[in-house]
């Protein structure tokens, strides 16, 4: 079983940047795709990034292109998710998942609880 808890979410004015942390406990990840999604109220699910195993292929979402990086240390089975430029459309839940490399919620097999993002225009 795979424990993951994301961390680094909080209020930031439009402008701003912020760091999320996806921790994962129980079992190391570093076999496997990682991904980050996010949620806003009254809307779906939506993918924003995405990395494989070793860090070596990373996707966005064209929302997010050019203003997020992933990235992942296998050594301390952590991803992150570093966020420049934010907007207040980015406000929503955001939430970190584990699995098969993809931009589809349905490939990855283990979730975190989420952390909140708001960004303040």
């Known amino acids: 079983q795979v424990h993951l808890v994301e961390s680094g979410g909080g209020l930031v004015q439009a402008g701003g940047s912020l760091r999320l942390s996806c921790a994962a406990a129980?079992?190391?990840?570093?076999?496997?795709?990682m991904g980050w999604f996010r949620q806003a109220p009254g809307k779906e699910r939506e993918f924003v990034a995405s990395i494989t195993w070793n860090g070596g292929i990373t996707y966005y979402a064209d929302s997010v292109k050019g203003r997020c990086t992933i990235s992942r240390d296998n050594a301390k089975n952590t991803m992150y998710l570093q966020m420049s430029n934010l907007k207040p459309e980015d406000t929503a839940i955001y939430y970190c998942?584990?699995?098969?490399?993809?931009?589809?919620?349905?490939?990855?097999?283990?979730w975190g609880q989420g952390t909140q993002v708001t960004v303040s225009s």
């Open positions: 998942a584990t699995g098969s490399y993809s931009r589809y919620a349905v490939n990855y097999n283990y």
């Open positions: 129980g079992r190391t990840v570093s076999s496997w795709a």
